[in-house]
């Protein structure tokens, strides 16, 4: 990604990307569907994904609707979710490129820097695990990956954030 797209993005979130409103007022799509196909709007409640047309002023938008952010990145090219200044529509593939996994795992069992980025490059370490980047390697791999390691995970759970 350009140096310039990737300071854009930055400054539209100011932390993780979030779910619209339960109450977003759906003909505020139109414009940002903008003749699209296949567009996504994660809204918070919605439920599983269910397909709608929205139609005003004589325009069409066909949109799907979910809470499962997973499930809208895989049916869809781009996905309108709440930015710090508001509703934007975004590239299905720049937001795949945004998931982690993060992984909690007891202290005293918590890999050196060295060690985990020989074992999991780019990831990053966080006070109770790490977060890896699952763009080029499933969740799955990861925790098959801390298995073979013998690295005891408590929990863990796929996030969105912005990657250096």
Not at 69 to 87: D, E, I, K, M, S
Request: charged share 15%; with cysteine.
């Amino acid at each position: 990604m350009a140096a310039g797209t990737q300071a854009a993005l930055c400054s539209m979130f100011s932390g993780p990307p979030r779910p619209l409103p339960s109450e977003f007022p759906l003909l505020q799509l139109i414009p940002l569907i903008n003749h699209r196909t296949h567009v996504g709007a994660w809204v918070r409640g919605a439920g599983a994904a269910h397909r709608l047309t929205i139609m005003a002023k004589g325009r069409c938008a066909p949109v799907f609707i979910g809470e499962d952010l997973g499930r809208l990145l895989r049916c869809c090219t781009h996905v309108v979710l709440r930015a710090a200044n508001g509703p934007v529509a975004m590239a299905a593939e720049e937001l795949i490129h945004w998931r982690a996994l993060q992984v909690v795992i007891a202290t005293p069992h918590l890999p050196g820097p060295d060690l985990l980025d020989d074992i999991f490059p780019g990831a990053q370490l966080e006070p109770t695990g790490f977060s890896v980047p699952t763009a080029t390697r499933s969740p799955e791999e990861v925790l098959s990956e801390c298995v073979r390691q013998g690295i005891p995970v408590r929990e863990s759970r796929v996030v969105y954030r912005q990657h250096p």
